[in-house]
């Protein structure tokens, strides 16, 4: 018979109940501004329905009705200088720490709203309706609610996709030495989510200060909390990280700001990582105007029970029995409330000339110019004006034979030293004497708790990378072992740091760097040798570096941690250590973005190519001899960055063009090339474009089936003969 | 029965038109040869007349669009028919993509019934235009971007350029090859790539008209005679005074009762039909496998519009009285000058005649007008002393120029003709019988 011994969580695991005496105690400023908060907020959501129930808001209005309590009791614990970012569901939230930051010694029930106040009501309803004068310029609506001067760092419409950038937020927080603290907000439905559960290990493993505060609002839809997990008490979740874990009533502000002002404590001393669950109760639906047992998952008479608990009837209640408020305070802050917002909504609406009564419609003025669609998608590079940018062709700087990967460390290193905001992160990049290619050989010594060893969750510190991008005060370099792990951290990839900027109204600099190593050859086979660059090029938003030599690499990477863009610096495993020119000692210029490198001069034929495929092409096309080719190594290869002159130049001379690449057609880079080059040059073509790719397949562990997917020198010398042939 | 409505084929030459205008709108009924739209070929403006009436259901290409021969351009319906699903009944007919077709390059288009514009129903679903399968059969010629763009500029049709790359496409150095075959040895570069016309601005030297239509069209079809071609010219001068005398004549009566006049182009086209008549060889034209001999004489006038120079052909010529011909080249000509031609207006004939007197042009020599075999250039009536008897005497002289196109018709038989021409005009009341 074995023994059994009982294990405990080694952080402790509290619930907070507020008494009556705790109300006693409380600072009675701090409780007139419970009511005024959640009195502003509950007025705001009501009006936010009647603009949905007439038709006035494009898109889901996901009320909060309901949940004030939770937003407001831990906000209040927190200053303008701490994080927080939410989900779909976050108007409370964000408004409760925007009015905090326009208020921040307290707010009066009574008493008539500031301009500051007006200002964030007005421009908060503004970017919900999709409005100009909105946060984002309406770009980001209800769900991607920004404003980074009130440390509300942007609101998610996927599941658990802020949640890893709130323990960036946290890093940037910590690392720069403040005792500043980051707070996520999600539901009981992104609590069984990946980013949510491999950010809590990586936040725990790293003691960052994040707390992730659970609106436990008991249904993900229509699907119940009991439904979804055997454990329903989610804040049981932090004791399989270890992690400081409070439950409390959301409906009861000050238990919840009790509870989070220890939290936050705890958070500012050094504990790490932090949950709170509070329990509350959306009124409506997901969204809209219904109740959800209108839908069926719910009944009324549990509805009526949590209708009982409402927050702001709760806090007036105890607010009388201290004598804070009178009798009827409550109504008539609400009303107050009401009738403000009909003004701020007069502001974006107007009545619809020869309409029903009560008919309203959006002010022309008010709308974003259409014609501003794509604006801010990228950035205007102008943070490139005072860089020391080289010319594109040959070599500015004194140049010697070196190994490639030993070239990115060199760089690595460099940028390292002049700018202590670069921090490099990924797995296994601290140890094994420079990661497992020694790309960053040496750094680990040079540059202590600034070259960063990851849990194997690549969503987690992807987006705990663009957390730091967004806070602006380091400059993360992921790197990303293998290219075909982007698949595992896609949301933040391609949800999040694509369109980040873009999506929150195109000012915000999201300064990321993504090293990814393309393996193909290496006999890893089929989940390790894809080439992403078609991938990325899909992905608005993103930069994509090629580099194919020593010179290049330390150019463009110098161009990329400059550039306020994310941008992909792509690495082939042949070139790591292949010989080529590298600069001597200057490890400070940078190749200018969007231009390409002719590496041979041809009349015959123009070939595009980029990365481990430039030496086979050089290779094909002087071995074969026929055809004398012009080989363009693009370098950049997003849309926004191509060459398209060199291009141009090129295919005005030879009429004729071949995309060499290496990796799986399905993937592969070049068909949205030759697409763009049919309708931009068509009358220059005297022939279809040509293309080398690899096989349909992925590249198989087998080294003849590896060898029979991938494109290499055979593969261009069959294109360079047939081409010959005509 | 709902039907699809096609762009005609106006000529055997031609592969696209433009949709100029619906003359009815969507959902409008018409009646049996009601003109539905008019369509701008090479030539002329050309109205598409209904095959018995019915309801245009919906029309698939927009004013202006330029269409491929045989792509839909509308959908019809019987008077009074109801659809009550008008998108799947477009899907069942295969022409719900409405998007403004795209024209694909091709030529022969196989030659059915030109100037018909009526309606083709069709029994299966049919191909959208900018699909247009390149059969084996169907002639289509393969041309890369860049050498349909040079040979454009070059004036060569790609149809006339072997091509040397796959599947025989024409490329660059095909058109090359032609160019430096056809230039000669002074040949200029290349034309500059087509840049926009730059609108004239005040100091300007110059300005810049763009090409019409029918301009480019003049160009490319004269420039092609002119090179494929091969031109020789036979010249006659003759006394006119009887033609004169006759004329007058002829006038004094027509005038007499209020009918309108000839002209002595008018008898000149009279006599090259009597010519005709007379030397059957020389009503000929040439064809890629054979001459063809023309059984009536149909005549072609040059007439110069503001639009450019339009030959309109007058039929029988032959066979009817000098009256009614006058008539015709009037009524063609007036219609040439209003761009209202029929497209079979300006189809058939083997000759020319071609008159700049009116000008007092001497003489000059014309190019022909494919297919025709022959142009007949005709000078100012004028004064000129001539030798009669052994006597130098006052005279009336016209000249004549004949191109002719040694292809099918040999120097004799030209010179013959015109001998007969000659013979004709100057003992002219052999027109009038």
């Known amino acids: ?726 | 029965m709902a039907r699809v409505l096609r762009m005609p084929g106006l000529s055997a030459s031609d592969t696209t038109g433009v949709l100029a205008e619906w003359l009815v709108a969507e959902a409008a009924t018409f009646a049996d040869a009601d003109a539905l739209a008019t369509i701008e070929t090479d030539k002329a403006l050309v109205d598409v007349e209904a095959e018995g009436g019915g309801v245009v259901l919906k029309t698939l290409v927009p004013p202006g669009s330029q269409v491929d021969v045989g792509a839909p351009i509308a959908v019809l319906a019987d008077p009074g028919e109801e659809v009550a699903d008008l998108d799947a009944l477009l899907q069942e007919l295969g022409v719900a993509d409405t998007a403004v077709p795209v024209v694909a390059e091709r030529r022969d288009v196989p030659d059915t019934d030109p100037g018909s514009g009526s309606p083709v129903p069709e029994p299966g679903p049919v191909t959208t235009p900018s699909v247009v399968e390149p059969a084996e059969t169907n002639g289509r010629v393969f041309a890369s971007p860049l050498a349909r763009k040079m040979a454009r500029e070059a004036g060569i049709p790609v149809e006339e350029i072997t091509g040397t790359g796959p599947r025989h496409r024409v490329l660059r150095r095909d058109v090359e090859a032609a160019m430096a075959s056809r230039t000669p040895a002074s040949s200029s570069p290349a034309p500059a790539p087509a840049s926009p016309p730059e609108p004239a601005t005040s100091g300007s030297s110059y300005e810049d008209v763009p090409h019409t239509r029918l301009r480019r069209t003049v160009a490319e079809r004269l420039a092609a005679s002119k090179q494929q071609a091969p031109h020789f010219y036979v010249r006659a001068t003759i006394r006119a005074e009887r033609l004169l005398a006759l004329r007058a004549e002829l006038n004094a009566a027509l005038a007499a009762e209020d009918a309108a006049p000839v002209s002595v182009n008018d008898l000149v086209v009279k006599a090259v039909a009597v010519a005709h008549a007379r030397v059957p060889e020389m009503n000929v034209t040439w064809g890629e496998d054979a001459v063809r001999r023309w059984q009536v004489a149909d005549v072609a006038v040059a007439v110069a519009t503001d639009r450019g120079l339009v030959t309109p052909v007058v039929r029988d010529v032959g066979s009817r009285p000098v009256t009614a011909v006058a008539a015709d080249v009037r009524e063609l000509a007036g219609r040439a000058r209003e761009g209202r031609l029929r497209q079979d207006d300006l189809e058939g004939g083997s000759i020319t005649v071609s008159n700049l007197g009116m000008f007092g042009v001497e003489e000059f020599a014309a190019i022909i007008n494919p297919p025709h075999a022959a142009i007949l250039a005709v000078g100012a009536v004028r004064d000129e002393p001539v030798v009669e008897d052994g006597a130098v005497v006052p005279g009336r002289v016209m000249s004549l120029t004949l191109s002719v196109d040694h292809r099918p018709v040999d120097g004799v038989v030209a010179a013959r003709w015109l001998a007969v021409l000659t013979e004709v005009l100057e003992r002219p009341v052999r027109l009038l019988a």
């Open chain 1, 1 to 726: 018979m074995p023994q059994h011994r009982p294990l405990e969580p080694a952080s402790p695991w509290v619930e907070v109940v507020a008494t009556d005496d705790d109300w006693d105690a409380a600072d009675p400023a701090l409780l007139r501004t419970f009511l005024a908060q959640l009195v502003w907020i509950r007025a705001f959501e009501q009006h936010v329905l009647d603009l949905a129930g007439a038709g006035l808001i494009h898109g889901p209005a996901h009320s909060s009705i309901g949940q004030e309590g939770g937003a407001v009791g831990s906000v209040l614990a927190l200053t303008s200088d701490d994080s927080v970012n939410g989900s779909h569901r976050g108007h409370h939230q964000f408004l409760a720490k925007a009015l905090h930051h326009v208020e921040p010694k307290g707010m009066d029930p009574l008493a008539a709203p500031s301009e500051e106040v007006r200002e964030v009501l007005l421009r908060t309803l503004a970017e919900i309706a999709g409005l100009d004068r909105g946060w984002s310029h309406g770009r980001g609506g209800s769900m991607h609610l920004q404003w980074k001067d009130a440390g509300a760092m942007g609101t998610n419409a996927i599941v658990g996709g802020g949640v890893p950038q709130a323990a960036g937020f946290a890093f940037a927080h910590q690392r720069s030495g403040t005792d500043a603290v980051s707070v996520t907000y999600f539901g009981d439905g992104a609590v069984n989510i990946g980013s949510t559960l491999e950010t809590m290990n990586l936040a725990g493993a790293w003691s960052l200060p994040v707390c992730f505060f659970i609106e436990n609002n008991r249904y993900a839809v229509s699907t119940s909390v009991e439904e979804a997990t055997a454990e329903p008490r989610l804040s049981a979740r932090g004791a399989a990280f270890n992690l400081a874990s409070w439950k409390v009533d959301g409906q009861d502000p000050l238990a919840v700001h009790l509870a989070m002002t220890e939290a936050v404590d705890h958070m500012r001393r050094g504990g790490g990582a932090t949950v709170v669950e509070v329990d509350t109760y959306r009124f409506f639906h997901q969204n809209g105007g219904f109740a959800g047992s209108a839908f069926g998952y719910r009944t009324k008479e549990e509805e009526k029970e949590w209708r009982e608990r409402d927050p702001i009837t709760l806090t007036a209640s105890q607010l009388e029995r201290l004598g804070l408020v009178e009798a009827g305070d409550a109504d008539r802050a609400i009303a107050q409330a009401k009738a403000v917002m009909e003004e701020i909504g007069d502001v974006l609406l107007e009545p619809v000339p020869d309409g029903k009564p009560g008919q309203r419609r959006i002010r022309e003025r008010e709308w974003p110019d259409p014609a501003w669609v794509d604006v801010g998608v990228r950035g205007d590079l102008s943070e490139l004006d005072d860089a020391p940018v080289v010319a594109p062709d040959g070599h500015a700087v004194e140049v010697q034979e070196t190994k490639l990967v030993e070239s990115i460390a060199a760089v690595l290193g460099r940028r390292m030293e002049t700018d202590p905001g670069v921090v490099v992160l990924g797995e296994d990049v601290h140890r094994l004497n420079g990661g497992t290619n020694g790309a960053t050989r040496g750094l680990t010594d040079r540059f202590p708790g600034r070259i960063l060893g990851t849990p194997i969750s690549e969503n987690a510190f992807t987006g705990l990378a663009l957390g730091m991008a967004l806070d602006g005060r380091f400059t993360p370099v992921v790197e990303f072992m293998y290219a075909d792990f982007m698949w595992v951290a896609a949301d933040q990839l391609f949800n999040q740091v694509a369109k980040a900027r873009h999506m929150y109204g195109g000012d915000g600099g999201v300064p990321l760097v993504l090293r990814s190593k393309v393996a193909m050859g290496t006999g890893y086979g089929s989940q390790h040798s894809m080439d992403p660059a078609g991938v990325f090029a899909t992905s608005a938003g993103w930069r994509i570096v090629a580099p194919s030599t020593p010179y290049d690499y330390v150019g463009l990477m110098n161009t990329a941690l400059r550039c306020q863009d994310p941008v992909v610096v792509l690495e082939h495993v042949d070139l790591y250590n292949a010989v080529g020119p590298g600069p001597v000692d200057d490890l400070d210029y940078c190749l200018p973005v969007g231009k390409a490198a002719v590496r041979r001069p041809g009349n015959d034929v123009t070939v595009l190519t980029y990365l481990g495929m430039v030496p086979y092409v050089l290779e094909a096309v002087e071995g074969f001899g026929q055809v004398d080719a012009e080989v363009i190594d693009l370098r950049w290869l997003d849309r926004a960055s191509i060459d398209w002159d060199t291009i141009e130049e090129s295919l005005t001379k030879t009429n004729q063009v071949l995309i060499a690449e290496q990796g799986a057609v399905g993937t592969s880079y070049g068909g949205w090339l030759a697409d763009e080059i049919h309708r931009r040059f068509f009358d220059l073509l005297d022939a279809p474009v040509r293309r080398v790719t690899g096989a349909e397949a992925s590249p198989s562990i087998s080294k003849v089936l590896e060898r029979a997917a991938i494109a290499q020198k055979d593969e261009v010398i069959a294109e360079l003969t047939e081409i010959a042939s005509y």
